[in-house]
């Protein structure tokens, strides 16, 4: 597994919005966001359910990975996915950092990608109540 999700009743945007939200709560700011069926459409002419890839950032914790190694930056920022789908419900999975950071042989990596999950996790579990 390299993620975890939550089904979400609401609309797009007012699910966006509350993702953003309990992102902050734990530390996090979206640094990029992919309109990815905006792309489609404009690129490929593809019609499709809404999607969006949030690059959401924890600044303490990114640095103490960059700090930790250089190139980890690879593997940032965490991927928050957000989905709309057939039954007009809304899917967020989150990229497992613990998943993607176990690529990373360095001390102390294992511990501060523990910390990341453990914070998305309580975004998700936010999200479903």
């Not at 390299?2 to 939200?21: C, K, L, R």
């Not at 103490?64 to 991927?79: H, K, R, S, V, Y």
């Not at 419900?89 to 511990?111: K, R, W």
């Amino acid at each position: 597994m390299y993620g975890f999700t939550v089904n979400v009743s609401g609309t797009m945007d007012s699910v966006h919005e509350q993702v953003a939200e309990e992102l902050q709560k734990e530390g996090f700011g979206i640094l990029t966001e992919i309109d990815v069926a905006a792309t489609l459409k404009k690129k490929l002419d593809i019609d499709r359910k809404p999607y969006l890839i949030l690059g959401a950032c924890n600044p303490v914790l990114a640095s103490q990975a960059i700090e930790a190694d250089p190139d980890i930056g690879l593997l940032l920022p965490c991927n928050v996915l957000v989905r709309e789908e057939d039954d007009g419900s809304i899917t967020v999975g989150f990229m497992d950092p613990a998943a993607v950071l176990n690529l990373v042989d360095v001390e102390g990596i294992e511990a501060l990608a523990g910390e990341v999950r453990a914070r998305l996790e309580r975004v998700r579990d936010a999200l479903s109540r």
